[in-house]
């Protein structure tokens, strides 16, 4: 397994290298994802579906999926939209992210991310969070910079 490239927060520049890299495999090496716990289900062809257990330690005081893990699900379940968009040749990191909530999300959560177009050097993605009765608990809208790895 490649060791992923840690940059300073203050970077202004991502890494570059061949445009022949291979990114199906850069979800499975963002330690946040294994943090949280967010499995990927699937991510073909611009579109994504994520899932999430909740469990004690993701939730607000309210007891309910604290607000961040959801914009976290979301921001995750977009840019695998948009890498598979790309073939899986290209990067992706977040320029823009408009999210709102709708009610309060608890037990087990699925976020469908769909890339809704761009061009070569940023797309533009929606996702959605459901819960288990399949209630949208959230939305957001994305923008992304294709970015080389």
């Known amino acids: 397994m490649d060791t992923p490239v840690m940059t300073s927060p203050n970077a202004s520049v991502a ?10 495999r850069l979800f499975a090496q963002v330690a946040f994802n294994h943090l949280l716990g967010l499995q990927r289900e699937f991510a073909q062809d611009g579109v994504a579906r994520l899932t999430l257990a909740a469990r004690p330690e993701l939730c607000n005081n309210f007891l309910v999926v604290h ?15 948009a890498l598979s968009a790309s073939g899986f040749q290209k ?3 977040t320029i823009d992210m408009t999210t709102s909530f709708h009610q309060p999300a608890r037990g087990h959560l699925t976020a469908h991310a769909t890339c809704q177009g761009g061009g070569k050097s940023v797309c533009f993605c929606e996702a959605r969070v ?20």
């Open 91 to 93: 990067a992706v990191v």
């Open 15 to 24: 890494p570059q290298a061949p445009m022949d890299a291979d990114t199906s």
């Open 67 to 81: 607000g961040g893990v959801l914009m976290s699900m979301m921001d995750s379940a977009m840019s695998s939209a």
């Open 130 to 149: 459901e819960d288990e009765q399949g209630a949208v608990v959230a939305r957001a809208m994305g923008t992304f910079r294709y970015v080389r790895v």
